[in-house]
């Protein structure tokens, strides 16, 4: 899992001066590779476009970088599945915050191992703690996938065991945003809540999905704000990723889930038929 | 000015799978170097450490990199004064925020011209507005220099025109914190007040030597919470920064100062004794 392709060249290094590097300025998308093809790229790549527009960098040609990722895909071609990531920055400029002269953006595509998750995430749930690490808010960078990810590198590792399997961080004020890795959707009285992102958090692709399938089932989605006790309080919690698509919360805190619910197991078996499409 | 040291080697490019790059997962110093002499050497490094400690990043060896920062220096020695910009990031790891398995941090020294600021900016002051792009408040982030910077990015390309030297950023709430690029300071009545740094903001070197020029010269320094009304009532107004020193707030959005104040003036005026020292 060796193959990173830098503008279309293989080559394992960027430039000192590339913004990516010295302030962050540049966005990801992590993304599931099964059998040759990325599940749920067309959502990939609208949030890539739409932070492309957020942060003001041109956003790459679509087809150029398809082209890319078919090669890694070749060369990875005994993997039935991998991680692709997609890094795109705003390239190489002179020091200072100011971007008017930097002309070529960056784009970076690595591959890694699947992770290795064991099954029982997946039907038995997961264990959840909260972050004391918060998340800070901010309208221009809410919902895209940046890369300034500190907020998150700390709060990952306020714990270093396998008792927990994600964090769930919150904002200054008290507000459950998404896990360090992930998004939250609460159930309750047969309805989906999730928080809204329009300050904080990731607006995950997988997240995305669950609710247009939610929607699907004919299951009402609502944005809502949560505190700690209220999201407690919940039927069934769940989170959502787009390489390890939902995980039932089994244990948050001190709460307990007795088992996966109903509505958290219709949504899974629901996104294994929309991945077989 | 191309000397590029990474890890004490010459060379210009970083791996692709360092956490500076995937997650803005570092620090850096942007120092004005002198006559041979990094001035506030002693602050940049106490201002390292400390963001290395809230990071939980391995410090690198002190005299390791003043060595390194010597043989910058050397190549250099034709320049009077230049800028160097030291960055430490937590190294290369495996994909995630998960950090507890990376080894060896990262370190690199690049060289970069003076920037050319004309001289009236100091002798009569700087035009400066507000940004829209708002500064997130998180206080294990607070005051350190780290990587995260796509907040400053996007407020220092509100304006593209020579109009305005500065910017000053607000939290969501209103308060002023500091510029893009400098710190700021007001002057009421014979004394200074600049906005804490708690929740947001860098705490910048030249800051803490004005803070301690000033009680130097018997005036008081307090921080204080400032909206941009209360910050308009000052008597002056200033900006600081490691490589310009002191800058004096000529304008402030409809706000004018007639002339260079008298509180300024005298610090302006130590400033450049404690630098001949």
């Not at 010295?22 to 040759?36: C, I, K, S, V």
């Not at 197991?265 to 499409?277: I, N, P, S, T």
Request: overall charge neutral.
């Amino acid at each position: 899992m060796k193959s990173i392709l830098i503008n279309g060249e293989v080559k394992s290094t960027i430039r000192v001066l590339d913004r990516g590097l010295q302030y962050g300025d540049g966005l990801f998308e992590t993304m599931a590779m099964r059998n040759g093809k990325i599940h749920l790229w067309d959502a990939h790549w609208e949030r890539l476009t739409y932070g492309c527009k957020q942060l003001s960098i041109p956003l790459p040609d679509k087809e150029l970088i398809e082209n890319e990722i078919d090669l890694i895909c070749d060369e990875n071609k005994e993997q039935e599945k991998f991680i692709i990531k997609l890094i795109v920055t705003r390239g190489e400029g002179d020091r200072g915050y100011r971007f008017s002269n930097v002309q070529n953006v960056t784009r970076i595509l690595t591959s890694h191992s699947w992770p290795d998750y064991p099954n029982v995430y997946q039907t038995e749930g997961v264990v959840v703690r909260y972050c004391e690490t918060t998340l800070s808010e901010n309208k221009k960078l809410a919902g895209i996938k940046h890369l300034n990810r500190l907020e998150q590198v700390l709060a990952r590792n306020e714990w270093d065991t396998d008792e927990f399997q994600e964090g769930l961080m919150l904002t200054l004020s008290g507000d459950v945003v998404d896990g360090t890795m992930s998004n939250i959707f609460a159930v309750k009285d047969n309805t989906i809540f999730t928080p809204g992102l329009t300050l904080c958090g990731v607006a995950g692709v997988m997240r995305k999905t669950v609710i247009n399938l939610s929607k699907k089932l004919g299951v009402s989605v609502y944005e809502k704000t949560f505190t700690k006790v209220e999201l407690e309080q919940a039927d069934e919690l769940f989170l959502t990723n787009s390489l390890f698509g939902i995980w039932p919360i089994k244990i948050i805190a001190k709460t307990r889930f007795t088992k996966v619910g109903e509505v958290t197991k219709k949504l899974q078996d629901e996104l294994v038929k929309f991945r077989c499409k």
